[in-house]
């Protein structure tokens, strides 16, 4: 919906929660911030939390120019005031080069938590620099996809709840379906990233294709996101 468009004063919207795909453990012994531009946004308010509850944290900031970087004179101050937490790379002044990240993600450090937020090329090297650590150790935020949904194919979908099944067709997905069958179901990015629609599976496995889920939740099968998700089995049953 087009808020700014359809809303009129006094008209009723039903609205959830805010959701976290990308929570800052608290109690983590260490904590290791790889930042590219923008990227930056979440990442500083989870370190002057992390501030505030006088925790161990490291930032890798990167950005093409200095001139462009954000909160530099605010991570320069948490600099004064401990140094050695925060490594800023600006691309111009390495020749163009981008910020190395094997040399920070070459080891897990035990009792660590890594977190990524950055352009999708830094974001590929952190998954693959980290996919051997332990589960639930890396954690990254995508604001946007730029890997191409397939929507070829048809199976079944039981929407369990509502008592319906449905034939989801080549070009539909499975969001589509559930809103012409009657679904009540959150959805934003339509993409994959977002994890709004993020739904239970009981029966079935799901073709992920969405950016929220870690490996493990897609080997595990228990959710799916159903805005690009599809189905590897002739039938799937959702909570829904
Ligand atoms: S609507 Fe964003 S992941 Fe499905």
Redesign the pocket.
Known sequence: MTAHRTLQVGDEVRIRPPRNNFQLIENAEHSVFIAGGIGITPIFAMIQRLEKLKRSWELHYSSPTRRRAAFLAEFEALEEKEGGRVHFHSDDEHGGSIMDLRPILGTYRAGSHYYCCGPSGMIETFESLTGGFPAGSAHLERFSSDVPLSTAGSFEVEFRRLGKSVRVHEGETI?QAAINAGADVA????????????TAVIEGIPDHQ?L?LSKHEREANRKM????SRSKTPKLVLDL
């Open positions: 969001l959805f934003s990015c339509e993409e994959g990233v977002c994890g709004s629609c993020e969405d929220v996101m159903i805005c690009c």
